[in-house]
């Protein structure tokens, strides 16, 4: 099973906490590869991490990240996200040509069971094998998709690099960064629209159960985010009770991650158990970055009634977003 991190030397503790999660839920897995892309990660961090996968007898590689804007030929607007994102599009070229399937794993994660019921889906020739993302219609039309169209989260998911070199697909991703100027969720968008709509396997949201849907009602959810192609209300409850990756993305209800203070994500326990038992437990918790007016905006979210929220968040994903991004275009 080849498994790849990506990471930069601020995320490197973070990223360190998800290894020793997976390390930990794989110690009956015959084989397991562990690739790095490393977006200038020190060298004191690369011994941890390199110390902590000798201690479980698996192979690390730290490979470096491409120059994404060189190979786009212009500069990226990547928001609040690291530009080290980019580099899962990349996979096929960074890793040597006899790995041929891989799963990434964002960061921002615990793993807590195998992951190897994944890893053994057929792909056949399809490109990329991940969970649907709660996104409204109109995310998907501004990349010519449509509301049926899969669109996938991005996070983690399992990419077949071996149909990626055959269709020439990085080539495509380059083509659509240089001739699109706004990217919501940037490399995510990128992924989304190249590869077509056929060549997306659907995987069951146990394997990315990002935060959203701990904090947020069913109906709520697809309210807020505006979405209609999107997993039954018994699925979600199933990935909720039983999750393989939990995915602690940033959300409106909380504003905060576990390694942040003040985080309520109902998980944190289970990650600060994680964090406890691997080599960086020690790592004090970052600051809050909020300023008070964000503080007491996340405060009002969570004590006004969730339905109302979600409403206006919905009203925000449907109406404002879109119209910025037409006046930016």
């Excluded at 509301?147 to 399992?158: L, V």
């Excluded at 600051?287 to 339905?307: A, N």
Aim: hydrophobic share 40%; glycine share 4%.
């Amino acid at each position: 099973m080849n498994i790849v991190y990506s990471s930069s030397d601020s995320y490197a503790s973070i990223a360190g906490v998800s290894i020793y999660s997976l390390l930990c839920n794989h110690e009956d897995c015959d084989k397991l590869h562990l690739y790095i892309i490393d977006n200038q990660i020190s060298l004191h961090n690369k011994h941890r991490l390199e110390t902590l996968c000798a201690q479980f007898d698996r192979p690390v590689d730290f490979i470096p990240i491409a120059d994404i804007e060189r190979l786009v030929g212009k500069s990226i607007d990547i928001g609040r996200w690291n530009i080290s994102t980019f580099g899962r599009l990349f996979l096929a070229s960074l890793l040597p040509e006899d790995v041929e399937k891989v799963i990434h794993i964002d960061c921002d994660t615990i793993v807590t069971d195998s992951l190897l019921p994944l890893w053994n889906m057929d792909m056949g020739t399809q490109v990329v094998a991940g969970v649907l993302e709660c996104i409204g219609d109109n995310y998907k039309k501004e990349l010519g998709l449509s509301p049926q169209d899969i669109y996938i989260n991005a996070g983690n998911i399992m990419l077949n690099l071996a149909q990626i070199r055959k269709m020439n697909l990085e080539q495509r991703f380059i083509r659509f960064i240089r001739t699109h100027r706004q990217l919501s969720f940037v490399d995510q968008a990128v992924l989304n629209a190249c590869v077509p709509n056929e060549q997306k396997m659907v995987v069951p949201l146990r394997y990315n159960c990002y935060s959203i849907v701990y904090y947020l009602q069913y109906k709520n959810l697809k309210r807020a985010k505006k979405v209609t192609s999107y997993y039954s209300e018994q699925q979600v409850a199933d990935a909720i009770r039983d999750p393989a990756i939990v995915h602690f993305t940033t959300c409106f209800m909380d504003g905060s991650r576990p390694w942040i203070e003040n985080n309520r994500h109902p998980l944190l326990s289970d990650y600060q158990a994680y964090k406890q038992a691997s080599p960086w437990r020690d790592e004090p918790l970052w600051k809050d970055p909020r300023g008070v007016l964000k503080r007491i905006m996340y405060g009002l979210f969570r004590i006004l009634p969730q339905g109302f929220v979600c409403a206006v968040i919905g009203f925000i994903h449907a109406t404002i977003i879109p119209l910025k991004h037409r006046i930016q275009k």
